[in-house]
């Protein structure tokens, strides 16, 4: 701890104003936080800070002790559609002009919930002691992934801070927008499909033994049908090797887990997703949709295009597509056009490839991305709305059959008996 004689230690600062223009210098303060309440009444907002001397040290805790300090408390998380209110209140109160840490305070006033106070808390105690914005959310981890944190620097280091976190609310609220969808559009499928396999298990074990077992045992030299033998098998099957039916479903699960946790497995499993017919038409147009308006945020935002690949890349949620962009970054790195790997992958629509080729021919890729991504938005409700059409009809027909063959195997041995005793 600084003593009252040493003197005060000098920081060097740099800061931007309302207008969005930057400027450094050196201050001299006890503390950070006060070089911040500084910068503050002259109506700028600090995006770094850093003693010019690293044999003074600020007053009171350390920088670490303060983060060993919140690490030891439980650390909260929040899901996308809270994440995107916090992040666009935010945005909101620096749009209205006031400086970061007043912006924050405001909010976490008006926080309610267990995470966002605990949150906000944090980033006020970490840009009190100097850290910028993505570098407290950084610390903090979750929920503040690749995503957030890439856009956040954008923030901070552009001076365009309301804007760009407005633009990253949009990108969350889209997401999770479209995560909805999905599960509306899955959820009636997802129904009769539980309800085809409860019907056929509830026929099967309990059902058709009582309604066949008589029949069966009035006759037991008589043939009977192929339908009814299948039935009555899966039927005895089912009733004296249960135990041994659930061991081989807990050992499939158990096994296709980790056979797709190898990376050679996630790869070929997800590249014949893409393959399905209807659904992975649907798969592609989601991906490649979050690809596109995440790739045209970042970049608007002022990322590197490496930056914005890499972050971009874990948004797939294909393995098969997440390794194309890993060799289009490769391809980038050494100085070759965006769109000439895009092409070569095989997995990304015309359209986007034309729409990078001439955004990088013209210098106005991001805005042709944004434009581009409400077309494949639009794509995706269009596959939404085909995959909930088609689906459920193939769904009947399947349970159609299962019934058809189900009650082949009742009324083919009475049909039997009844030309018998003709």
Not at 54 to 70: N, R
Not at 261 to 284: C, H, M, W
Request: hydrophobic share 50%; net charge positive.
């Amino acid at each position: 701890m600084r003593k009252a004689s040493d003197p005060m230690p000098t920081y060097r600062y740099q800061s931007t104003n309302s207008s969005g223009q930057s400027s450094s210098g050196t201050l001299t303060a006890n503390s950070r936080s006060e070089v911040i309440r500084q910068l503050m009444q002259r109506g700028e907002t600090a995006t770094n800070i850093e003693i010019s001397s690293a044999t003074d040290q600020e007053p009171g805790t350390t920088t670490e002790k303060k983060i060993a300090s919140v690490k030891s408390r439980s650390r909260p998380t929040m899901s996308k559609g809270d994440m995107a209110t916090l992040i666009r209140e935010l945005a909101t109160a620096l749009e209205a002009g006031l400086p970061l840490m007043q912006a924050i305070r405001t909010i976490r006033k008006q926080a309610t919930g267990r995470a966002a106070p605990v949150i906000l808390d944090f980033m006020i105690e970490r840009v009190e002691a100097g850290d910028t914005l993505h570098k407290a959310a950084v610390e903090y981890g979750k929920p503040f992934n690749d995503l957030v944190v890439g856009m956040l620097r954008a923030a901070d280091a552009s001076g365009r801070s309301a804007e760009i976190l407005h633009q990253l609310a949009d990108l969350l609220e889209r997401g999770v927008e479209l995560r909805r969808e999905l599960l509306s559009a899955a959820f009636y499928p997802l129904i009769v499909a539980a309800l085809i396999v409860a019907s056929a298990g509830i026929l099967v074990v309990f059902l058709i033994p009582k309604l066949l077992g008589p029949i069966i045992a009035s006759k037991p030299d008589a043939v009977m049908p192929f339908p009814t033998r299948v039935v009555m098998g899966l039927s005895d099957f089912a009733m004296n090797w249960w135990f041994l039916v659930l061991a081989v479903i807990i050992i499939g699960v158990v096994g296709f887990k980790a056979w797709i946790a190898s990376p050679e497995n996630r790869y070929a499993f997800d590249r014949a997703k893409l393959r399905i017919p209807v659904l992975g038409r649907l798969l592609r147009d989601i991906a490649v949709a979050r690809f596109t308006r995440t790739l045209g945020t970042l970049a608007d935002a002022g990322l590197p295009i490496l930056d914005c690949l890499r972050i971009t890349r874990d948004t797939l949620g294909n393995a098969a597509m997440m390794k194309s962009i890993d060799e289009v970054q490769e391809q980038v790195t050494a100085g070759r056009p965006l769109a000439d790997p895009l092409e070569r992958s095989g997995l990304f629509p015309p359209l986007l490839i034309q729409v990078v080729h001439l955004g990088e021919r013209s210098g106005k890729l991001e805005n042709m991305l944004q434009h581009a991504a409400s077309a494949f938005d639009r794509q995706v409700a269009i596959s939404l709305k085909l995959f909930t059409k088609a689906f459920p009809p193939l769904l009947i027909i399947v349970m159609a059959g299962v019934g058809g063959f189900v009650l082949a195997a009742i009324l083919l041995p009475l049909l039997q008996m009844q030309s018998m005793v003709a």
